[in-house]
């Protein structure tokens, strides 16, 4: 053998080769071992990992919050009973609404967002076995995204498969039976094309229903086909294929300007669909959701909230995407009975996008921006468009509740009914930062919320008044879901965020606005907070909490926005009043009360009352599917409660990050990987027999990392996973705070030398406690 060196011939003689390969087995044994050091999401067994967690259900109820939900963003279905005799299959498309209302319109005035711009539900199939049901089962995997299982009757048996796919608009559903259930029946039901409102309300005066559904067959192909006033069609399509024993549907749904494009584009889905080799659209299917996982991983002690917080990972996944509409408060799963068809602007929008940007899922947000954005003209409109303020083009605002364009009028006149919210606008614009910020998005921090932040805080320009002391005050405004009051702390909370913001922003980024000294009038001469030497704070000026309030706007400025925070000591007393104050009085409090208070427990490092609150939650009102209700469903406490779960573990504000701040003490071990803090750092880190054992940071734009840490600082290593030392500062020895600088791409990590380094992985749990949502006995589910 001979090998070619500088073009001479070498003899290659057996200690040469055998030295060579030593070489390379070093070389390739090191970049393994370098490589191992660094923690990936790609290290968990995602398939083992989710698989206990799959929803199960060994009966299936007539219930749609315990159903079997599916979605790709855009389409959803729900399976569940709908009587002895029957399945139903709910079907919905997430941006079909009644879409005739307008600003300009007189009717759309007296009619209102919410009939007028109403999401509509579409209908369901059922499912008819041709025997009495014996027997059921069913397994909704999180890891595939697919919904299987089998109905025993007297007359045969059905086993059946049904997801929707990942990209493409199609519900799939397959089956294969035997028996006389090979007949099993198959039927379309539509449902009324009107705001589901009106069974709750009423049908308003001066609606117009729109046309009768025309269901009809086209060869192959079945067709119901909805005409709307507004001028679009949608079209609920479905094509059969069977071979023997085997049977599989295929449906759409289409949504057009007109109802030929509608059929024609049903039609050519369904075509396109079926034409596939259904290997080949299963595993696309599947390869998205594999692909989707492993942005970030966290497992908890908690099994039941394990399996919450990764079943909320894959509903948010099944109701919105990137390239899709903004998330309102049903989804994909529609319902004609609901009275919450649309967006609402006043918690729900910002509870439901307060959680993507820890669990590093920042294209989830993207909706909520894009809306935003596209419809600054709107949010202007809801300002200028009230007599008196047609003047005020430099503002901005937003109402209670609408449509995906974002028109809802803001109306000073509605202040004594409580629907004068001038602070919504404000609230969403503050995920806006933290998407910002925690993502490296600098020039859309510059170009694009800056000047929206600007417009929210210039409407409160345009209202404020001053008194003689120099003091700036607020009119009467609304605290949602409590009562009006001047000064209301819901206000005074987000406009003072707002203005330190836009401040911090001009100043960092030497943008020289020339509003600058205004804003800082306006927050240095802003009003206190309204409080009582009691019950700490207030809803505003002479208006005290004296009746129970499931809504917590008048706590912002101590959660989400920290400008009121535990560490600042001399604010202790106050915090504890407030929240005291607010839990104390039950009779009103929701799912989202838990969820807010545990998140307010857990910044305070109270760690078990946090998860007192959380598991009140999960045992209260969560249904078995996890979905949640409220007379019908809204879907945001649930996703809220993924950021309190999370601020046990991470928490990253006023210019620090903190690693464990609040873990339960009953809680030994923990661990997360890619969590996403401020500075857009990734965090991974592991607990052993309650301490903290690693931490890793990856940089993406550099920077000073700022950390706070149980770790024993004098034992601590700060090094690069090869084990070179990284210089850092030891802050505060007695809090473990610590700061390193960082480029763009190092990868930091933190170990005690008194304890061995444990990379993050999942908590094992016991066999008895997994898959604890859907229905079956061994959980305890409901019947």
């Not at 001979?2 to 390739?28: D, H, Q």
């Not at 071979?243 to 300007?257: C, F, M, P, Q, V």
């Not at 965020?497 to 509003?515: A, C, K």
Request: net charge neutral; with cysteine; aromatic share 12%.
């Amino acid at each position: 053998m001979k090998l070619l060196t500088n073009k001479k011939i070498v003899p290659a003689g057996s200690g040469t080769i055998r030295f060579a390969l030593s070489v390379l087995c070093m070389i390739c044994l090191f970049s393994a071992v370098a490589q191992k050091r660094i923690v990936s999401t790609h290290d968990i067994d995602w398939q083992h990992f989710l698989h206990k967690h799959d929803l199960c259900w060994d009966k299936i109820t007539d219930d749609y919050y315990a159903g079997a939900i599916i979605g790709n963003g855009l389409l959803g279905a729900n399976l569940y009973k709908s009587d002895a005799a029957a399945y139903r299959f709910d079907v919905g498309r997430t941006d079909i609404t009644e879409g005739r209302g307008s600003l300009e319109s007189e009717h759309y005035q007296q009619v209102g967002v919410l009939f007028d711009e109403a999401r509509l539900p579409i209908g369901y199939f059922l499912m008819r076995p041709q025997g009495t049901v014996e027997s059921e089962k069913m397994r909704l995997s999180l890891y595939d995204a697919i919904n299987s299982g089998s109905i025993q009757t007297d007359k045969g048996r059905i086993d059946f498969k049904t997801y929707v796919h990942a990209t493409k608009n199609y519900i799939l559903f397959e089956s294969e039976a035997g028996g006389e259930e090979i007949a099993y029946g198959w039927e379309w039901n539509p449902l009324t094309a009107i705001s589901p409102r009106t069974k709750i309300h009423g049908v308003p005066t001066g609606y117009t229903a729109n046309p009768e559904v025309k269901n009809r067959k086209d060869g192959d192909y079945n067709l119901s086909i909805q005409n709307l006033l507004s001028g679009k069609t949608y079209v609920t399509a479905w094509k059969e294929v069977k071979n023997g024993n085997k049977r599989r549907i295929a449906i759409t749904l289409s949504y057009e300007n007109s109802e030929e494009k509608a059929v024609n584009v049903a039609k050519q889905t369904l075509d396109n669909c079926l034409s596939t080799n259904e290997k080949t659209l299963e595993d696309t299917h599947k390869s998205w959701w594999h692909n989707y996982y492993p942005a970030s991983f966290i497992t908890f002690a908690d099994s039941r909230l394990e399996s919450f917080f990764w079943i909320q990972q894959y509903k948010f996944a099944s109701a919105s995407r990137k390239d899709k509409k903004v998330l309102d408060l049903q989804g994909p799963w529609a319902r004609d009975n609901t009275p919450w068809p649309a967006v609402w602007f006043n918690l729900n929008i910002q509870l439901t996008y307060s959680w993507q940007n820890t669990a590093n899922r920042p294209e989830l947000m993207e909706p909520l921006w894009k809306a935003l954005n596209d419809n600054v003209s709107n949010l202007i409109r809801n300002v200028t468009d009230n007599p008196g303020q047609e003047t005020w083009n430099d503002a901005a605002g937003l109402g209670r509740s609408g449509s995906y364009d974002f028109k809802r009028l803001l109306d000073p006149s509605l202040a004594d009914i409580n629907q004068y919210e001038t602070g919504n606008l404000t609230w969403i614009l503050f995920y806006y930062w933290q998407y910002c910020v925690y993502n490296n998005r600098t020039n859309e921090l510059k170009e694009r919320f800056f000047p929206l932040l600007k417009r929210a805080i210039a409407y409160y320009a345009h209202i404020r008044t001053k008194d003689a002391d120099g003091k700036y005050h607020l009119p009467k405004t609304a605290s949602p879901e409590y009562k009006a009051a001047e000064d209301c702390n819901y206000d005074l909370s987000v406009l003072r965020w707002g203005l330190n913001t836009l401040i911090d922003i001009n100043t960092q980024y030497f943008l020289n606005d020339p509003q600058q000294k205004q804003w800082e009038d306006f927050r240095d001469n802003l009003v206190d907070y309204p409080q009582t030497a009691d019950h700490g704070f207030s809803i505003g000026k002479n208006v005290t909490l004296d009746g129970s309030h499931r809504h917590y706007s008048h706590l912002l400025m101590i959660y989400p926005l920290y400008l009121i925070n535990w560490e600042q000591a001399e604010n202790r007393e106050i915090i504890t009043k407030s929240v005291n104050r607010w839990q104390s009085l039950t009779g009103a409090l929701q799912g989202y009360s838990f969820t807010g208070s545990s998140a307010m427990y857990a910044s305070m490092g109270e760690g078990n009352r946090a998860l007192t609150q959380l598991e009140a939650l999960l045992r209260r009102y969560i249904q078995p599917n996890t979905l949640y209700k409220e007379s019908g469903p809204v879907i945001e406490t649930p996703f809220a409660a993924l950021a309190s779960a999370m601020d046990l573990y991470i928490q990253s504000w006023g210019g620090k990050i903190r690693v464990f701040p609040a873990v339960p003490t009953a809680w030994t071990d923990a661990a997360f990987i890619r969590l996403r803090t401020e500075g857009s750092f990734l965090l991974s880190a592991s607990r052993k027999q309650s301490k903290t054992v690693f931490i890793q940071v990856e940089s993406e734009a550099g920077g000073r990392c700022r950390l706070q840490t149980d770790m024993a600082l004098n034992t601590v290593k700060v090094q690069t996973p090869e084990g070179k030392n990284i210089p850092y500062k030891v802050m505060d020895k007695q809090l473990g705070l610590i700061e390193f600088d960082t480029h763009p791409g190092d990868i930091v990590q933190l170990s005690d030398t008194k304890f061995a380094k444990t990379l993050p992985s999942p908590i094992e749990h016991p066999e008895n406690e997994a898959n604890p949502y859907g229905v079956n006995r061994r959980t305890g589910g409901k019947y």
